[in-house]
C-alpha cells in the first residue's frame, strides 16, 4: 500500500528552525504534487506549501519568505526558519499522486500520519 511518512518535528523556541521530511513509498505510478499542510486545535487544516512536479511552488502569505519546499523523487521537505508560536500545530504531509490502494491504481490525495511542531516564546 502507498504510505507518507513524515519526519523532522518537535520542540523549538521562538525564532528557531526545523526541517521536516516525507517520503512516499509503495507502487507508485506518479506525483503530480506534494505538500505540506497544518492543524492547530480547533483550527481547520491549512495549507502551507505545495510544490508540483513542473516545478511551481505556492505558500501560504503567513509563511512566506521564512518557509521552504523543496522535492527530490518522492521526498518533500519543509525547511523553517524563523519559527513563530503560531506556527505550533500538526503538520501533515500531502501527495497527490496515482498509487495502488484497495486493489487497483488510483490517483486520490494521500495523506502521512503528521508530525508536531511546538514553538515556545
Known amino acids: 500500500q502507498v504510505q507518507l511518512v513524515e519526519s523532522g518535528g518537535g520542540l523549538v523556541q521562538a525564532g528557531g528552525s526545523l526541517r521536516l521530511s516525507c517520503t512516499a513509498s509503495?507502487?507508485?505510478?506518479?506525483?503530480?504534487?506534494m505538500g505540506w499542510y497544518r492543524q492547530s486545535p480547533g483550527k481547520q487544516r491549512e495549507l502551507v506549501a505545495t510544490?508540483?512536479?513542473?516545478?511551481s511552488i505556492n505558500y501560504s502569505d503567513s509563511v512566506k519568505g521564512r518557509f521552504t519546499i523543496s522535492r527530490d523523487n518522492a521526498k518533500v521537505y519543509l525547511q523553517m526558519n524563523g519559527l513563530k508560536p503560531e506556527d505550533t500545530a500538526v503538520y501533515y504531509c500531502?501527495?497527490?499522486?496515482?498509487?495502488?490502494?484497495?486493489?487497483?491504481?488510483?490517483?486520490?490525495?494521500?495523506w502521512g500520519q503528521g508530525t508536531q511542531v511546538t514553538v515556545s516564546s
Open positions: 509503495g507502487r507508485i505510478l506518479g506525483i503530480n504534487a
Open positions: 500531502n501527495a497527490d499522486m496515482t498509487g495502488y490502494s484497495g486493489g487497483a491504481y488510483r490517483r486520490l490525495d494521500y
Open positions: 510544490i508540483k512536479s513542473g516545478g
